[in-house]
């Protein structure tokens, strides 16, 4: 997680608080109106067979066969595909029946330990205090204020259950105010596309305006009654920035950006001294940004500095001068430059944080301090700079694994910092530092229901010997009583490693389920990841990307050699990217597991990247490589997951796909699971389960804890542990 201190308008960050209070949800799954038609078809316990197409790519000079190609249905409405996708849920759902007991205690197991009726911190921005309330029973958060004192009457800002009344989706996202807190936008997708409508309420007259556009991306306030908003191309790149005047017809607003580069991406903000409009362009490797000064929303944005292939930088106005975090002059890891609004070109740019070897800077501004974090081993440091007397100092944390976020930092001049912590033993709590004198105080602590005791539970950190000699940190948490380094541990080995992302030890209510059975939960820091600077993610990339998968194989076979578990009890897990690391290994390394679950898995690696329609894809060769080049196209299709399977024994599998999710399409997995059926030489189970839902899963609070219930009764039974 990016801890830049971009400033985020205040609902957005209060909203924000559900997944930092332990939520931590992939949102999942309600699969209601995707049920299978048994009039049409007649379902038994063999699993289905998907008929072979072949379909035949010829790329540099080969010829790549795709017996399940027909499977692409970019519609989402063929029903020689549909029919498939229900008889593979068909299939999983009876091949599950018999755990359905087990499903259902353990979420009364996740759903027990939790206050079901809750409240967040408040957090006041001008006369208004802004918080959030879960209700019991109610699927979404309601979003409240309360004006001057917390003593005077409720305003509900929106509540998201009404909007869901009618969807078994819905997710409200880019929720933003306007200066005067008068009016709320906000958007909304039904289907889990990711394809937002924009809504602006009323809030004093408590109506929606009519005022539309789709599909949007950011939103940002202008003024009062002018709204900047983000539209995105076929593919879902965000692209154009229009302006709209509240009451005008949405067809005479304004284009006022318009980004070419389908590598690259647009997004906005206000920052949080309020004086500026912050528009970013940018792709994996490259930045660009301009401002606009806030009190003439009608201007022109002016550029900071031309974009250069291979520079990123990110700015953080400070009244006048303007601080920009940036790798320019080969500070990969970061390096921190000043200078002034008035003189922003590179050339005027003066170091003020200085680069770190394996150290990831980033930094947030107030009117008297500079945070600034420092990202080290997979372990994230906050230092604190006090502008005016030039002293600083470091912030101590309790646990030695752990993992914070910075939120509800709507004042820019103020001496107080808001932040959650929490570890993988240690739930969420909000905290507040004084930057004046170093003191803290706790203001809200996530309460687990029940016998917990975050002293029954043990983590730490061990490391494991690469391929090419490298350590590769693992985090590790066990129940203490249950643990035995004997080998008789059930282990679930969680990863990811791609993009730069940090795999953050955090804590998990519905994760103590497993570790009060006997588990131990591994999350691996492979490469391809950014916890031990840039360096490790760009030797988990492109024509190093199997470092990635190697990395993750090393950590299991030290975890079976220093006895922590056995192959016959060992479970790997990953999603997305991670998924793509799972597929990987299921072909490279598959008698390590005994379970292997892919969420939402990219292993469609050749036939997705060279499909620009699809989203993000153009971005990607700067995370994979162009398949167009055949250097990288070799090197691609050497470990693509799909491309790769083969004639021999797998685990037990289970995948798990988001009907409408454009950012890994449901076919990926489908064909995946259709090959495996076809080629795999073992008796093991292997499950695929299509959600109607996106990328993220499912929208509802419940819903989401009844998916994990699934996960877990598909593992507990498997190993023979379903009580």
């Known amino acids: ?31 209601q109106e995707f049920q299978p038609d048994t009039t049409k078809i007649s379902f038994q316990l063999s699993p289905p067979a998907a008929e072979q197409i072949p379909d035949t790519l010829r790329v540099h000079g080969m010829e790549i066969i795709d017996n399940y190609s027909w499977l692409k249905d970019k519609t989402r409405s063929e029903q020689k595909v549909l029919d498939y996708i229900h008889a593979e849920n068909d299939y999983t759902g009876k091949m599950l029946r018999h755990t359905e007991k087990l499903q259902n205690k353990i979420y009364r197991e996740i759903i027990g330990r939790m206050e079901e009726t809750d409240l967040s911190v408040p957090v006041k921005r001008d006369s208004f205090y802004y918080y959030w309330k879960k209700i019991k029973g109610k699927q979404y958060s309601i979003y409240c204020r309360k004006k001057n004192s917390l003593e005077n009457p409720e305003e509900i ?31 909304v997708d039904t289907t889990g596309a990711e394809k937002y409508t924009l809504y602006i309420k009323d809030l004093n007259e408590n109506k929606i305006l009519p005022d539309r556009a789709y599909p949007v991306g950011d939103i940002c306030w202008g003024s009062e009654n002018i709204i900047f908003y983000i539209t995105e191309d076929i593919s879902g790149r965000t692209e154009k920035v229009f302006r709209h005047t509240l009451g005008e017809p949405i067809a005479n607003d304004k284009m006022i950006f318009s980004e070419p580069a389908q590598a690259f991406y647009v997004w906005m903000y206000r920052s949080l001294d309020d004086e500026k409009i912050i528009l970013s362009s940018g792709s994996k490797t490259t930045s660009e940004i301009r ?13 900071i500095q031309p974009r250069k292939q291979g520079v990123k930088y990110y700015i953080a106005p400070h009244y006048e001068n303007l601080y920009i975090v940036t790798n320019a002059d080969n500070a990969i890891n970061n390096k921190v430059m000043r200078t002034t609004f008035e003189n922003p070109n590179r050339s005027s740019w003066q170091e003020f944080i200085p680069p770190e070897k394996n150290c990831k800077i980033d930094i947030g501004v107030f009117e008297d301090y500079i945070v600034v974090y420092k990202m080290r081993n997979g372990i994230q440091k906050l230092k604190i700079m006090d502008l005016k007397t030039d002293e600083e100092f470091y912030i101590n944390f309790p646990d030695s694994i752990y993992t914070f976020s910075t939120w509800g930092n709507e004042t820019f001049a103020t001496d107080k910092l808001r932040l959650t912590y929490e570890s993988l033993t240690t739930p969420p709590m909000i905290m507040e530092y004084d930057l004046k004198t170093g003191k803290s105080e706790i203001l809200k602590r996530k309460k687990v229901l029940g016998k917990f005791d975050s002293a029954d539970y043990h983590a730490t950190q061990i490391f494991a010997k690469a391929k090419d000699g490298t350590p590769i940190p693992i985090s590790l948490v066990y129940k203490k009583d249950m643990y035995k380094q004997d080998g008789s541990n059930p282990l679930l080995l969680y990863a990811y490693g791609s993009y730069g992302d940090v795999s953050e030890p955090y804590f998990s209510t519905s994760r103590l389920s497993l570790l009060d059975r006997g588990f131990i939960y591994a999350l691996a820091h492979i490469r391809g990841g950014g916890e031990c600077g840039e360096e490790w993610y760009n030797d988990g990339k492109m024509m190093n990307k199997k470092n990635t998968f190697n990395d993750y194989i090393a950590a299991a076979e030290y975890l079976l050699k220093k006895n922590y578990t056995t192959s016959e009890k060992l479970v790997g897990e990953g999603c997305s990217a991670g998924g793509l690391l799972i597929g990987a290994v299921a072909n490279m390394r598959p008698e390590l597991f005994e379970i292997l679950i892919a969420d939402v898995p990219f292993v469609d690696l050749i036939n997705s990247m060279f499909d620009t329609t699809l989203s993000a894809v153009v971005s990607e060769y700067e ?18 997951p799909y491309d790769n399977v083969k004639k021999q024994d797998y ?23 259709a090959k495996l059926r076809k080629l795999k030489t073992d008796d093991h189970i292997l499950l695929l ?35």
Not at 656 to 670: I, K, Q
Not at 701 to 714: G, K, L, Q
Request: aromatic share 16%; net charge neutral; hydrophobic share 40%.
């Open 291 to 303: 401002y606009l000064n806030s009190k003439t929303p009608l201007g022109k944005f002016n550029l």
């Open 651 to 673: 685990p037990n599998m289970l995948i798990l796909a988001g009907f409408y999710d454009t950012r890994v399409n449901f076919w990926e997995s489908a064909k995946w699971t």
């Open 1 to 31: 997680m990016k801890k830049i201190f971009l400033p985020i308008l205040l609902i957005s960050i209060i909203f924000s608080l559900l997944s930092c209070l332990g939520l931590h949800s992939k949102k999942n799954i309600d699969p």
């Open 157 to 187: 800002v929106l509540n998201p259950n009404k909007i869901a009344e009618n969807y078994t989706f819905c997710d409200v996202s880019y929720i933003s105010l306007n200066p005067n807190q008068d009016m709320v936008a906000y958007g």
């Open 689 to 723: 389960k299509t959600n109607m839902a996106g990328h993220a899963g499912s929208s509802g609070w419940y819903d989401y804890f009844r998916d994990i219930a699934f996960e877990y009764a598909f593992i507990l039974d498997i190993l023979k542990m379903g009580k």
């Open 623 to 640: 995370e994979w490589g162009n398949p167009n080049k055949k250097e990288e196209f070799d090197y691609m299709l050497s470990y693509s």
